[in-house]
């Protein structure tokens, strides 16, 4: 009897692996999977987005606060995940058509996104500043072109300002495509995310400052699933981000990365 049950877990087992390493398109047959207790999510992020996500040269990794909010998170809930670093409107893309379960990438919750996708708790604020060579002013953008990125709420901010300073629109992949857009002068300018090019500014990395007043559509970062699914894995992820505030992780996360 013991050997027939033993014989059926090897059964079992090679037909799940069967299963999970089955015909045709794996990583849409890995997201359509219904919640399994032992699934891994398929999570994308940016690559390009200091602080939150960007390649550690030293260790190849990607590191940032929203790779370590995952990680935190992950260990609390006991989620499995792999971590895809494809770019913001890759991630995007990834979400909409199936191919990712969610994606963790400094994605600001906003009203229209809603419509396609469910958002987690905010879990940090911010909003879009120009940024431009020191000594440039607003008045200097007419008649210009300044650099947006592709999919973004600071692209949308462009769009909405670009009549009123008489500017045009270039559009690009990666956050750091366009801030060497702007120092190579290609561009006069570009919209970013104030944490962000302010992290850029202050470690160096880029030689450029923040032209305008202050932050616009200041609102929350969310993670965020395709709207109507993988509501388990959102709800994990409310459930971790209150832990790992209670605890303090998040706050010793925050603060690691300057915040
Ligand atoms: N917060 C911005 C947005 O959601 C930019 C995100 C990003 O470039 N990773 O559109």
């Known amino acids: 009897m013991k050997k027939v049950l033993a014989l059926m877990m090897v059964v079992a087992m090679i037909a799940s692996v069967a299963v999970l390493s089955g015909c ?3 990583t849409a047959d890995t997201a359509a999977t219904t919640a399994a207790a032992d699934k891994t999510y398929i999570i994308y992020s940016d690559n390009a987005f200091a602080p939150f996500e960007y390649l550690d040269t030293e260790t ?3 590191v940032g606060v929203d790779m370590e909010i995952m990680a935190a998170i992950a260990e609390d809930q006991g989620i499995k995940y792999e971590m895809h670093n494809e770019g913001f409107d890759a991630s995007m893309g990834a979400v909409q058509s199936g191919q990712a379960d969610a994606m963790i990438a400094g994605m600001t919750i906003t009203d229209e996104r809603k419509e396609t996708f469910d958002f987690s708790e905010p879990y940090f604020d911010d909003g879009q500043v120009i940024v431009a060579k020191e000594g440039t002013t607003l008045d200097d953008l007419k008649g210009k072109t300044v650099a947006a990125k ?3 709420v600071g692209g949308e901010y462009a769009e909405s300002i670009k009549d009123q300073y008489g500017f045009t629109i270039n559009y690009y992949e ?3 495509n366009m801030y060497q857009a702007v120092s190579t002068g290609a561009d006069v300018a570009c919209v970013e ?3 962000v090019i302010g992290y850029a500014i202050k470690t160096g990395e880029v030689k450029l400052s923040i032209i305008s007043s202050e932050p ?3 609102k929350g970062y969310g993670f965020a699933v395709q709207k109507g699914k993988n509501a388990e894995l959102l709800q994990k992820f409310d459930a971790g981000l209150a ?6 992780k998040y706050a010793e996360i925050l603060k690691k990365y300057g915040y």
């Open 216 to 218: 616009a559509n200041v």
């Open 60 to 62: 190849n990794t990607y």
């Open 174 to 176: 990666g956050s750091d």
């Open 150 to 152: 592709t999919s973004t």
């Open 24 to 26: 045709g398109n794996k």
């Open 243 to 248: 832990n790992i505030k209670a605890s303090g």
């Open 193 to 195: 995310d104030f944490s």
